[in-house]
T-cell receptor
Framework: GQNIDQPTEMTATEGAIVQINCTYQTSGFNGLFWYQQHAGEAPTFLSYNVLDGLEEKGRFSSFLSRSKGYSYLLLKELQMKDSASYLCAVRDSNYQLIWGAGTKLIIKP | ETGVTQTPRHLVMGMTNKKSLKCEQHLGHNAMYWYKQSAKKPLELMFVYSLEERVENNSVPSRFSPECPNSSHLFLHLHTLQPEDSALYLC??????????????FGPGTRLTVL
């Protein structure tokens, strides 16, 4: 079967750095997405990786290793507004998105 | 209106009721999606429409019936639902599925409670 694994919950301190991991086992691979979802709101797109390596976008970076079936989202200089759930999703060989259950990130002052 | 809108935002219905959820996108996209989001579970893709044709139906019970009259509007018709159908129903849109970083844009969702 197809599976996306990510930690259920993480806690970090304001101003620090946090890394949210995602491992996947899917039938084929056509890209990996990270979305942010604040409580009670819609998910919003953060990043897209299709080739190995690091994609940087401001305070957020996303890394992909296709051979290891692994990605991480790196958040720097954490702010209280970064408290949210972070969803990892992989597009499989049928171009369908397979979603993880999300990682709830709690930022403490 | 911009982006993706959904109505109603909240809905409480009995198991014998019939109701419809509405989604509208103002982004010029040609693919639209219905998802079910339950607490601590992955997003479940229910239906995909591309160019107004249904291209995916992931074994969704027949008590959920989608309708896509044009590329900007999507409906989800509900009838004789069960309490386990209570969840957040999200609509999303994108360019043609599977081309590049065709990220999906989500609406705010309809919080459905079935009594």
């Amino acid at each position: 079967g197809q599976n996306i694994d990510q930690p259920t919950e993480m806690t970090a301190t304001e101003g620090a750095i946090v890394q949210i991991n995602c491992t996947y086992q899917t039938s084929g691979f056509n890209g990996l997405f990270w979305y942010q979802q604040h409580a009670g709101e819609a998910p919003t797109f953060l990043s897209y990786n299709v080739l190995d390596g690091l994609e940087e976008k401001g305070r957020f970076s996303s890394f992909l290793s296709r051979s290891k079936g692994y990605s991480y989202l790196l958040l720097k200089e954490l702010q209280m507004k970064d408290s949210a759930s972070y969803l990892c999703a992989v597009r499989d060989s049928n171009y369908q998105l397979i979603w993880g259950a999300g990682t709830k990130l709690i930022i403490k002052p | 209106e911009t982006g993706v809108t959904q109505t109603p935002r909240h809905l409480v219905m009995g198991m014998t009721n019939k109701k419809s959820l509405k989604c509208e996108q103002h982004l010029g996209h040609n693919a639209m999606y219905w998802y079910k989001q339950s607490a601590k579970k992955p997003l479940e893709l229910m239906f995909v429409y591309s160019l107004e044709e249904r291209v995916e139906n992931n074994s969704v019970p027949s008590r959920f019936s989608p309708e896509c009259p044009n590329s900007s509007h999507l409906f989800l018709h509900l009838h004789t639902l069960q309490p386990e159908d209570s969840a957040l129903y999200l609509c999303a849109s994108s360019q043609v599925p599977g081309q590049g970083a065709d990220e999906q844009f989500f609406g705010p969702g309809t919080r459905l409670t079935v009594l």
